[in-house]
Each structure stands twice: as structure tokens, then as C-alpha cells.
């Protein structure tokens, strides 16, 4: 038996996610396969064996060009019938969950969604992350086919050596499968963003204002990161949407996350707590942020930013 890995990509480019994907499929099943969809994924087989995986099947099909959940949940269905593996994995994402979803409704199989930990057997255990991280779900699944996704950043990714012989899988995709296209793409940002920047300067609403986040812009840039803010300052209008951090906002997992002047609400640490440290500067010993932080500073951010900036400024040499 084997465990088959749906990758994720947009138009070849591999996303990170599924690696993280292959690093969890090893712990449930030491014969990892993937499974690409689309020709422009072909190149990423090289990748794919490195981080494990023994056989690569390659699906073409021209509804395959481009993301669409109907025709990429139809083409794992088709290759979990031809293939039998003993399990499908995919990462918890946006889209991972949602072809994984198609494919188990194809399949009339159950699908269990953001797992953090598997302990496998006939019935196999297992917790997995409800309500944006804020719960974790104990629950048991047996099926036949086991169809799991592993919470973003559940695991780490990491390389591993697969034979990577690769495999040409037939499918059969009829045109009504197209029915959600990629019709328009928008730059949101260049760069590094706020999901995988190594550094994110966070502030809350004790920056004060829209204007008060240039100190955070400055350190920011001179430790190549980004800045990321709370709900408080996207409902203040101090700054946009896509830098909320939280859970209606981005989940982060930074090396270092610099948490300045925020209370550390629930729902803003489920987007913060992948974070590998955490530092909160807040005037208040007793916030969430800084109770649950790796280290903190106690003071007002107005001058603990600026000072940081300063040091790191004379540390550079600049
Ligand atoms: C359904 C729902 C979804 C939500 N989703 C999100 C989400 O995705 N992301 C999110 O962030 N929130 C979210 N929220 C809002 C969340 O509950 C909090 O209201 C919000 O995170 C608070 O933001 P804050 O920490 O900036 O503000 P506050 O809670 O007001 O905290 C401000 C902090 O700044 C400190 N401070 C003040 N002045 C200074 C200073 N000069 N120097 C240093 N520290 C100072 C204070 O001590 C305080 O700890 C959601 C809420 C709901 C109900």
C-alpha cells in the first residue's frame, strides 16, 4: 500500500505547503507517491523525489492548465481508483481543502480536514485544528481510503530520498468539470509576503495611528521582513486588509514575530502562534500577547521601537 500526496501548484510553481504535505504523508505511510496535476507540473518531479517521493504521477488534461476545484477533485477521485492507495494527502490550504473535498464527494468517502497529529492503525486517531485554531478536535476515521489534509504549518518540511520514477496517469475529464475557472490574476504583492516573510513586525492598536506604523516599516525593512497588524487597525482603517494577521486575517509562522502594542485576542494569536518566537512590546505585563511571548518588553513601543531600531542601525554599521 501506499500513500498518495495531491500537490499543489499554480501553473508549475510549487507551493511550499506541499512539501509540507510529503514530510507529513511519511509519517503515515512509508511509501509516499505524488500526484501532479497539470503538464506545467511536470518539471517538479525533481523536487518531489528529494522530499520523498517514490513514484511521481503525472496527470495531463488541458481542464488541468489551470487551477479549478470540479475538474482537479474529479482527476484525484479517477487517480484514487486507478492507484488504491491506502491513504490521500493534501495540505490543509484553501485550495488543498477544497479538491480534497471534491474528491472525497466523488468517492462517497469521508475527509478529514487540518489534522495535527495522525496515530495510525486500522482505525487511525487523530487531532485536528477546528474553529481557526482556537480548538483541537480528538476524532477516529475508518474508511477504506483514508483522505486527510495536514494543517498549514503542521509540520515542518524536510527533505528525504525518493526513487522519483515518474508515471503518466489517464483521466477522463468532461468539459462541464470547468465550471469554476481562473479567470483574472492580481499581483497582491511583490516580494516577500506576510505567509512566508521570516520576520513580521506586528502592530495593534496601541500603535495609535496609520502614520505611527512608519517606525514598524523602518525596522521591518532593516531586518527583511514585513509588517502584519491586528483587526483593531484594519476596522481603524490604519491600514489594509491583507496585513491583518489572524484568524479573518493571515496565519504567519516567521522566525521571529515582533508583536508591538497588540493584546494578543484568540483570534489574532490563531494566526500568530505557528510563530517559532515571539516578542511582545506592550506597556502591559499582564496581555495575553506578553504572557504568552518567548520574550517581552515592558514599555511603550514609541520609544522601545526606535531604540531597537537604533541598535540595530549601529550593529550594521549604518
Ligand atoms: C469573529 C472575529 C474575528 C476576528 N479576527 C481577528 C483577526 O483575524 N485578527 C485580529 O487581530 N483580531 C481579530 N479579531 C479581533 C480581536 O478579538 C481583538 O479585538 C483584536 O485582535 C484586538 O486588537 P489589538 O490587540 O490591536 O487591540 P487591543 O486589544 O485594544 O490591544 C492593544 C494593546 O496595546 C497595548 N498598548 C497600548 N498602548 C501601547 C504603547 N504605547 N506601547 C505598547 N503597548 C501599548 C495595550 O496594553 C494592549 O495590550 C476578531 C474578532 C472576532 C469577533
Same mark, same amino acid.
Given at each position: ?57 503525472? %496527470? ?105 520514477? %515518474? ?13 469554476? %475557472? ?43 521582513? %514585513? ?92
Amino acid at each position: 500500500m501506499s500513500v498518495l500526496v495531491v500537490i499543489e501548484h499554480d501553473r508549475g510553481t510549487l507551493s511550499p505547503a506541499s512539501l509540507e504535505a510529503l514530510t507529513a504523508a511519511r509519517t503515515v505511510d512509508a511509501d509516499v507517491h505524488a500526484l501532479t496535476l497539470g503538464a506545467s507540473a511536470d518539471s517538479l518531479a525533481g523536487t518531489l523525489a528529494a522530499h520523498g517521493a517514490s513514484v511521481v504521477h503525472q %496527470v495531463h488534461h488541458d481542464l488541468l492548465n489551470d487551477f479549478g476545484p470540479e475538474a482537479w477533485g474529479e482527476a484525484v477521485a479517477q487517480a484514487v481508483r486507478a492507484l488504491q492507495p491506502a491513504a490521500v494527502v493534501a495540505c490543509g490550504t484553501d485550495r488543498g481543502n477544497e479538491v480534497m473535498a471534491q474528491a472525497a464527494a466523488r468517492l462517497d468517502l469521508p475527509f478529514v480536514a487540518n489534522c495535527n497529529e495522525i496515530t495510525v492503525g486500522d482505525t487511525w486517531s487523530i487531532v485536528r485544528v477546528r474553529w481557526g485554531g482556537s480548538l483541537l478536535e480528538q476524532c477516529t476515521l475508518d474508511a477504506a481510503t483514508k483522505l486527510v489534509t495536514f494543517a498549514h504549518h503542521a509540520v515542518e518540511a524536510a527533505e528525504a530520498i525518493g526513487a522519483g520514477s %515518474v508515471s503518466a496517469l489517464a483521466v477522463e475529464l468532461d468539459a462541464s468539470l470547468g465550471r469554476t %475557472v481562473v479567470a483574472e490574476r492580481v499581483e497582491r504583492a511583490a516580494g516577500v509576503t506576510l505567509a512566508t516573510a521570516p520576520l513580521v513586525v506586528g502592530g495593534g492598536r496601541g500603535v495609535g495611528s496609520a502614520e505611527a506604523f512608519a517606525p514598524l516599516e523602518e525596522l521591518a525593512g532593516l531586518l527583511g521582513g %514585513v509588517v502584519g497588524c491586528s483587526r483593531a487597525v484594519t476596522n481603524n482603517g490604519w491600514r489594509n486588509h491583507t496585513d491583518q494577521v489572524g484568524q479573518t486575517g493571515t496565519r504567519i509562522a516567521p522566525d521571529l514575530y515582533m508583536a508591538c502594542g497588540i493584546s494578543g485576542a484568540i483570534q489574532h494569536w490563531v494566526g500568530a502562534m505557528a510563530s517559532k518566537k515571539i516578542l511582545a512590546i506592550n506597556t502591559d505585563a499582564e496581555a495575553n500577547m506578553v504572557t504568552k511571548a518567548d520574550y517581552a518588553v515592558i514599555g511603550d513601543l514609541h520609544k522601545v521601537i526606535p531604540a531597537i531600531i537604533e541598535e540595530v542601525r549601529r550593529r550594521k554599521g549604518a
